[in-house]
């Protein structure tokens, strides 16, 4: 059955990688560019460079395309696969590529489970190179790593896991690592991206059961270390997979029980109905067992989940307070200028609703006395041209004024008196501009 399942994943992922490759490459079905492009290197590197840089940058797009990291030879010469034609300087692009560090392999990649004494072994020799073949050696039938989607495939677990927690860091298991990663491999590696950079820590318990787990760090900052209450954070988290899996195991049972009884009933044999719905009895029995204990874990969970975030906000608390005293700050400095602050968004919240209550009046007033303002049209039409330009004058610097107002209003650089002042100040120009248009427009009557 595995068999099966991996030859339709395989056949698909031809499907998708050649439809990919013609969009990505125009001319990828041209013959005489075929040829060209699948001859074995030759001569001296500048003479092949441009065609190792195209099939160098090709299997990234390639990887990044079918969302995977981790390669082997043998599935990208698949992948550039023409009816039986096999572009003959794949293997020498690969170890170019792991010769210039563009891949790595995954006999290279630190057994985060085995301790720091592997971790450290590894470190060493990948910094000397020692593991690096030359290029004129075949490349073996192993796994590559691309660090470059590597890193890309470490921020998304990091993303997933954020969704999922609200705070600094959580604590997982392997198991559920792997799942989020996408296979045991993908998760050795990303672990060990992770735990290089001091975002990531692994957890074993070494009880009745082997346990182990992964401490990430879902903030900026890296993981000081671990402590027993991660531990007992992952043996509960453990436990509570542990449970959700019987449950569904209590359930097929359940159900496999009451297919039986029915069945049983409908052949009239009453014995092995009752003893299918004793079945079904029990098992019921079991999964509240199983339920109570599993709520009771998850509630343990979620307080130890507050403590967290409570101590994350006294420590932010902490920092804030910190910050203050080193600024030279004081709370009543702090108090003043956010009561200041207040004041302004009150006095522009005043303007705005005198202005929007004249202009609703002027609507209003238009509805009312149509007819006067087609009797002020035709006055206006024989009134010379020069006492237009007046009244034009007077509403323009009514409007200048009111720009000036809101300037600076909007810089919020004044105190709360000036404002005030000011405020008078330009409602009594309002009022004369007002009183001179009513004159104006009692002499054009």
């Not at 998708?16 to 590197?45: H, N």
């Not at 470190?123 to 030359?134: A, D, E, F, M, T």
């Not at 879902?218 to 043996?235: Q, Y």
Request: proline share 2%.
């Amino acid at each position: 059955m595995g068999k099966i399942q991996d030859d339709v994943t395989g056949e698909k992922e031809e499907v998708s990688v050649m439809e990919y490759l013609r969009k990505q490459v125009p001319d990828w079905d041209d013959e005489v560019k075929c040829t060209a492009r699948f001859k074995a290197f030759s001569g001296q590197r500048t003479d092949w460079e441009p065609l190792y840089v195209f099939w160098r940058d090709l299997i990234l797009n390639v990887a990044r395309h079918l969302h995977i990291f981790i390669i082997r030879p043998s599935q990208v010469h698949v992948w550039f696969d023409r009816g039986g034609l096999v572009p003959l300087c794949l293997g020498q692009v690969l170890l170019e590529m792991y010769a210039a560090g563009e891949l790595l392999r995954t006999v290279g990649v630190a057994d985060t489970a085995g301790g720091w004494v592997p971790q450290i072994f590894w470190r060493v020799v990948n910094l000397g190179g020692l593991l690096r073949p030359s290029t004129q050696e075949n490349p073996a039938e192993d796994y590559y790593i691309i660090p470059v989607l590597l890193k890309e495939k470490a921020l998304q677990v990091v993303q997933v896991l954020s969704e999922s927690h609200w705070t600094a860091f959580c604590v997982i298991t392997w198991r559920k690592f792997q799942e989020i990663s996408g296979g045991l491999k993908e998760a050795h590696a990303v672990l060990n991206h992770l735990c290089e950079h001091g975002k990531a820590k692994h957890l074993v318990i070494n009880k009745k059961d082997l346990i182990e787990g992964v401490k990430v760090s879902l903030s900026a900052r890296a993981l000081s270390g671990t402590t027993s209450l991660d531990l007992d954070v992952l043996h509960l988290i453990w436990t509570v997979e542990k449970l959700e899996h019987q449950l569904n195991v209590i359930d097929q049972r359940w159900k496999r029980s009451r297919a039986s009884a029915l069945a049983s009933l409908e052949l009239g044999n009453k014995q092995v109905a009752l003893k299918c719905a004793r079945e079904m009895k029990l098992a019921s029995l079991s999964r509240e067992k199983c339920t109570a204990l599993l709520n009771r874990v998850e509630e343990v969970l979620a307080v130890i989940a507050d403590a967290e975030a409570s101590k994350e906000v006294a420590e932010a608390i902490r920092i804030g307070t910190q910050a203050i005293k080193e600024n030279g700050i004081n709370y009543d400095e702090v108090e003043l200028c956010l009561q200041e602050l207040n004041e302004c968004i009150e006095s522009q919240k005043q303007i705005e609703e005198i202005l929007g209550s004249n202009a609703a009046g002027a609507e209003i007033e238009d509805e009312d006395i149509e007819e006067e303002l087609k009797e002020l049209e035709m006055n206006f039409a024989e009134v010379p041209t020069q006492t237009s330009t007046g009244v034009d004058a007077v509403v323009a610097g009514t409007q200048e004024t009111a720009d000036a107002l809101s300037e600076s209003l909007s810089k919020l650089h004044l105190t709360h008196h000036a404002r005030k002042d000011l405020e008078v100040e330009d409602a009594e120009e309002s009022m004369g501009a007002m009183s001179k248009d009513g004159n104006r427009e009692a002499v054009l009557s």
